[in-house]
């Protein structure tokens, strides 16, 4: 059984930062792709960053020069350093990986965790 847990998510002024973490967990073979997602009220869930297992990376626009991803291989963790929120960041933000199981490859995500940011 594996598992996404994330942390991190919280209140925070416009122009501040959140450092969001991710840890899979389970029997994991390999992880290819991770990620974050967010969705925010009303709107439909969008690619924030990503992080494939050679460290190359892919940013949304709208947060390119702020928000950095990294990844652990060896702990199976992804991080998320969110600089210089802005209201609009505002979302549930969602960790996402692209792992082999025992069985098979498959996507797996995690239960959320809410950033606000207030202006």
């Known amino acids: 059984q594996v598992q996404l847990v994330e942390s991190g998510g919280g209140l925070v002024q416009a122009g501040g930062s959140l450092k969001l973490s991710c840890a899979a967990s389970?029997?994991?073979?390999?992880?290819?792709?991770m990620g974050w997602y967010r969705q925010a009220p009303g709107k439909q869930r969008e690619l924030v960053a990503s992080i494939t297992s050679s460290t190359s990376t892919n940013y949304a626009d709208s947060v390119k020069g702020r928000f950095t991803i990294s990844r652990d291989n060896a702990k199976n963790t992804v991080s998320l350093q969110m600089n210089n929120l802005k209201p609009e960041d505002t979302a549930v933000y969602y960790c996402?990986?692209?792992?082999?199981?025992?069985?098979?490859?498959?996507?797996?995500w995690g239960q959320g965790t809410q950033v606000t940011v207030s202006s």
């Open positions: 996402n990986s692209f792992l082999r199981t025992i069985s098979s490859w498959r996507e797996y």
């Open positions: 389970g029997t994991i073979f390999s992880i290819n792709r």
